[in-house]
């Protein structure tokens, strides 16, 4: 029987996937490319709101993380036989240039500034299931970076 406390899960694999090696775009690491963006809009926060379809600062990138991000959602609810109209608010927050944290950051593990994201589902009842995790980064510089071989 399905749970909406299922959705803290759901949370958790967001999260680990958005922060993934594999989260790409266009080639190059996701979140390379969302602290570009950041720091182009002189702002240490990109915001996807998942069901509304939009992202916070505005831009007409990485509208395919959306798809990647809601198909998600969508494959792990359909196999738990959670309806998605449970679902009232889906947001992935990737905050940037954050303070060390210990339980998100290894120090000196890798090169860049540390950084968390946090996925925060809200149910239909009003209960905000979330998790946080974070890592180091760099902006997304293609001299630097290795490209997925398809592109």
């Known amino acids: 029987m399905a749970r909406r406390s299922q959705f803290k899960g759901i949370a958790h694999n967001l999260?680990?996937?958005s922060l993934s090696r594999n989260n790409d775009y266009s080639g190059?690491?996701?979140?390379?490319q969302l602290?570009?963006?950041?720091?182009?809009?002189?702002c240490q926060e990109v915001?996807?709101?998942i069901l509304r379809n939009t992202i916070t600062p505005e831009t007409h990138l990485f509208f395919d993380l959306f798809s990647a991000q809601l198909n998600i959602i969508s494959q792990i609810t359909g196999e738990n036989c959670i309806p998605l109209s449970w679902l009232k608010k889906a947001n992935v927050?990737?905050?940037?240039?954050?303070?060390?944290?210990d339980k998100y950051h290894f120090f000196g593990s890798a090169l860049g500034n540390p950084m968390t994201c946090s996925v925060e589902l809200t149910s239909d009842f009003g209960k905000v299931y979330s998790y946080t995790d974070g890592c180091?980064?760099?902006?997304h510089d293609p001299k630097r970076e290795y490209r997925r071989s398809a592109f």
């Open 35 to 42: 602290y570009s963006l950041a720091i182009e809009n002189k």
């Open 15 to 17: 999260v680990k996937w």
């Open 28 to 32: 190059y690491w996701a979140v390379g």
């Open 47 to 49: 915001n996807f709101d």
């Open 136 to 139: 180091n980064i760099r902006h």
């Open 93 to 101: 927050i990737f905050k940037f240039d954050v303070e060390y944290q």
